[in-house]
């Protein structure tokens, strides 16, 4: 049956991650009618469905929550430095039951369509279950990992036995004991549940196109007083990271690695490892913005890879050639030394691609093998897939993937031309996945809601971005993207991932507090670069 909810509400929601929660909350503090359409049946975004053996966040639990309010930051306490999937879910659904936010979430409700009625002034949702929801804004807390990525492979439906995408795991787990395994991809995802599945599984084979750089979390339980310390004095840390360029409190030194002995390196290199994270690549100024002392930390890294790896052809094909900080690094927890158990193999894709899965397990163009289960780890079509997905139609009526078509701008990662009264909570062109996304999705929410409601209070209905600041946006967004090393690798930053999308470095490389400035700026100026009426 089609039902139409009718009620108009001030702001539609796309999404309850960490960012379409606090939107509905905020909004409500602000007197802002709001409801939340969810693709999922619970709270949690990426957390919800990244449900892998392994999955954790790779910045650190104390920084990795909300700081909006003061209360929550005391009372929530993490069992580990960088605590798994579970406990943050656990997490997003405590949010949501604390702030008494789930009565306006409207579970298992896909959108397909989002269209804009220029006369009326109001966004229209459809979900695919052909129920509507009409409101004055739409905001997009879509995330910038959610729409996971297929290989195209042939022949999944021969295989005889389940193919599990590492971003849409069963709810239920899955029991690897007994079984050959293949996982095919080596990102975050792959290096993170490898080593779990090894444990269990009788045998795994590694289907490796490319290697990725991970350096060692150094997890464990977090210590009490640490954490007592912490919370003694939150807003430090707050302060301090906001003041970073990737929001991650830590020690980033502007020092250069080619102005310091190989000794003096090696054990600054080796002092980070074993603090663990991605503040290594804090070690020197310039390893991000210099070849020659990237190939420093490069070295580095190799270097620990063959110490650790057993079989030295193995150690090698881990070792990647690219720039180190190019693709966003990846935080382990016993990767490399996974490769020395008997029960583990690792398949270089460049010398035997994959051909087709057949009945029992993958063809390559050298051999086949069997297996029984298949793991999927090739990650996402990142930041403008999950939007890209969706029919969303503004003033024109132009599909935004058609404006999209050679690739996305936006006036801050918050707006496009075209689509007035649409917001998007971390889009491309802003710091987003550059940083730790939990005050990056703050900030956003705040710029949003409070944007909202100062409208509401001028009586104005419209806002849209000027063609002429989301180009030059773009074009600032291009510009210092283009400064040092971090473009020159192909990765899912600039869609390399995923054939025939444009490429385009999507995420704002200026840093977080040069964007929250300007952010703050638009404001100042009444809302710079915007039309308002
Ligand atoms: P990533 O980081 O995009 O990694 C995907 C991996 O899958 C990577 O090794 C890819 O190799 C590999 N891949 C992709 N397509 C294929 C095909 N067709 N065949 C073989 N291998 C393939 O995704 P993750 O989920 O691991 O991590 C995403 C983010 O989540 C991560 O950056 C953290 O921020 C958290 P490639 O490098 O493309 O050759």
């Known amino acids: 049956m089609v039902k139409n909810t009718a009620t108009q509400y001030d702001v539609a929601i796309v999404g309850a991650g960490f960012a379409g929660l606090y939107l509905l909350h905020r909004c409500r503090q602000l007197g802002l009618r709001a409801r939340v359409w969810e693709k999922g049946a619970g709270v949690g975004g990426v957390w919800y469905w990244n449900r892998y053996p392994g999955a954790r966040c790779d910045v650190e639990s104390m920084q990795y929550c909300y700081q909006f309010d003061a209360e929550l930051q005391q009372e929530w306490n993490w069992s580990e430095r960088y605590s798994a999937q579970p406990e943050i879910l656990r997490y997003a659904q405590h949010v949501a039951q604390r702030f008494n936010l789930l009565d306006g979430i409207d579970f298992e409700h896909t959108v397909k369509h989002a269209r804009f009625d220029s006369e009326q002034s109001i966004w229209t949702l459809t979900g695919e279950n052909g129920e509507s929801l009409t409101a004055r804004y739409c905001v997009m807390a879509t995330g910038c990992l959610s729409k996971p990525n297929w290989p195209a492979i042939e022949g999944y439906d021969d295989f005889s036995g389940p193919v599990y995408h590492t971003a849409l795991w069963p709810h239920e787990g899955v029991d690897f004991k007994g079984k050959r395994v293949a996982v095919i991809g080596t990102g975050s995802s792959g290096i993170q549940s490898i080593p779990h599945i090894a444990v269990d599984a ?3 084979t590694i289907f490796q196109r490319t290697p990725n750089y991970s350096v060692p979390a150094q997890n464990g339980p977090l210590d009490p007083t640490q954490a007592a310390t912490i919370k003694a004095n939150y807003q430090a840390l707050r302060d301090s990271a906001s003041q970073k360029h990737n929001a991650i409190d830590g020690i980033y030194s502007t020092e250069s690695a080619l102005r310091v002995s190989s000794e ?6 080796e002092k980070r490892w074993n603090h663990g994270g991605l503040t290594f690549l804090g070690a020197y100024g310039d390893i991000l913005r210099d070849k020659k002392a990237n ?3 490069v070295e580095f890294v190799h270097e620990k890879i063959n110490s650790i790896v057993n079989d030295k052809m193995v150690a090698k094909l881990l070792m990647p050639t690219n720039i180190i900080g190019g693709k966003r690094m990846c935080v382990d927890t016993d990767y490399y030394a996974t490769f020395n158990r008997d029960n583990v193999t690792l398949i270089d894709l460049n010398s035997q691609p994959i051909v087709r899965l057949y009945s029992h397990g993958l063809e390559t163009a050298i051999t086949e093998y069997l297996v029984d289960i298949i793991v999927i780890a090739t990650g996402f079509d990142a930041m403008t897939g999950a939007l890209n997905q969706m029919d969303i139609r503004g003033r024109s009526g132009i599909a935004l993937n058609e404006k999209w078509q050679h ?34 999705i703050e900030h956003h929410v705040e710029w949003i809601t409070n944007c909202i409601a100062n409208m ?7 806002i ?19 400064v040092g090393l971090k473009q020159t690798t192909n990765s899912w930053y600039t869609g390399a991932n995923i054939k025939g999308k444009p490429n385009v470095f999507m995420p704002y490389n200026g840093g977080f507090p040069q964007y929250c400035k300007k952010c703050e700026d638009v404001v100042k100026k009444d809302y710079e670069g915007f039309v308002k009426t």
């Open 202 to 204: 009788e045998a795994l």
């Open 264 to 269: 003096e390196r090696s054990a600054e290199y």
């Open 295 to 297: 190939d420093t930390a």
């Open 407 to 440: 690739g996305p701008s936006s006036y801050l990662g918050l707006a496009m031309h075209d689509y007035p009264n649409l917001f998007t909570v971390t889009g491309p062109g802003s710091p987003s996945v550059l940083t730790n996304m939990l005050p990056s």
């Open 456 to 462: 509401k209070a001028n009586e104005h209905t419209i």
């Open 464 to 482: 849209e971005a000027e063609a002429s600041a989301e180009q030059a946006w773009w074009e600032h967004v291009q510009e210092v993207a283009s």
